[in-house]
Antibody, heavy 121, light 108 residues
Framework: EVQLVESGGGLVQPGGSLRLSCAAS????????MHWVRQAPGKGLVWVSRINSDGSSTNYADSVKGRFTISRDNAKNTVNLQMNSLRAEDTAVYYC??????????????WGQGTMVTVSS | SSELTQDPAVSVALGQTVRITCQGDSLRHYYVSWYRQKPGQAPILVIY???NRPSGIPDRFSGSSSGNTASLTITGAQAEDEADYYCNSRDISGDHVLFGGGTKLTVL
């Protein structure tokens, strides 16, 4: 079964750090771009970051650039999101998603169940 | 522009046809994909690329595009189609991904 399972969410104080992980199974992980997408409570989906299949290229939303770092380990079929200098506005469910990336579009065909991050004192 | 704009809410009578739209400058350069999200659940992909449906998505879902506007059409809406629908594309640079604000579909 093709599956993504996130972990690492929780409650953290403003200015703190958290590391999210996403474990992939059921497909050739090293062939796909991987993305993180977040959704604040009651709000819409917001793209956070992406990493290419071999980990050599990354991109970030302006709102997290310089604070978040995406990485992957193709030997362990995992993608990670290191989140530093967290702010209240980073509070959201964070989804890991498999990207179907072509020259003409990016589609997210597999999603994890999400992990909740709450930034609060 | 680096935004995708969707109507916040749309309603449709059971069995009728509804169109959900997504507007943005980047849609002149990239195809849009569409997602359905029900409360408490992760989104699922319903349309991608030039009107492609993933396995398991009913053929009542279809996509189209013209200029800076893309549309998701549900022909013969069912009660289970009531959900939030999101569009996504890449921005004009190609290095970032955009989502629309979402459309809440109510099936009457």
């Amino acid at each position: 079964e093709v599956q993504l399972v996130e972990s690492g969410g929780g409650l953290v104080q403003p200015g703190g750090s958290l590391r999210l992980s996403c474990a992939a199974s059921g497909f050739t992980f090293s062939s796909y771009w991987m993305h993180w997408v977040r959704q604040a409570p009651g709000k819409g989906l917001v793209w956070v970051s992406r990493i290419n299949s071999d980990g050599s290229s990354t991109n970030y939303a302006d709102s997290v650039k310089g604070r978040f770092t995406i990485s992957r380990d193709n030997a362990k079929n995992t993608v990670n999101l290191q989140m530093n200098s967290l702010r209240a506005e980073d509070t959201a469910v964070y989804y890991c998603a498999r990207g179907y990336d072509t020259s003409g579009y990016t589609a997210f065909d597999i999603w994890g169940q999400g992990t909740m991050v709450t930034v609060s004192s | 522009s680096s935004e995708l704009t969707q109507d916040p809410a749309v309603s449709v009578a059971l069995g009728q046809t509804v169109r959900i739209t997504c507007q943005g400058d980047s849609l002149r350069h990239y195809y849009v994909s569409w997602y359905r999200q029900k409360p408490g659940q992760a989104p699922i992909l319903v349309i991608y690329g030039q009107n492609n449906r993933p396995s398991g998505i009913p053929d009542r879902f279809s996509g189209s595009s013209s200029g800076n506007t893309a549309s998701l059409t549900i022909t013969g809406a069912q009660a289970e189609d009531e959900a939030d629908y999101y569009c996504n594309s890449r921005d004009i640079s190609g290095d970032h991904v955009l989502f629309g604000g979402g459309t809440k579909l109510t099936v009457l």
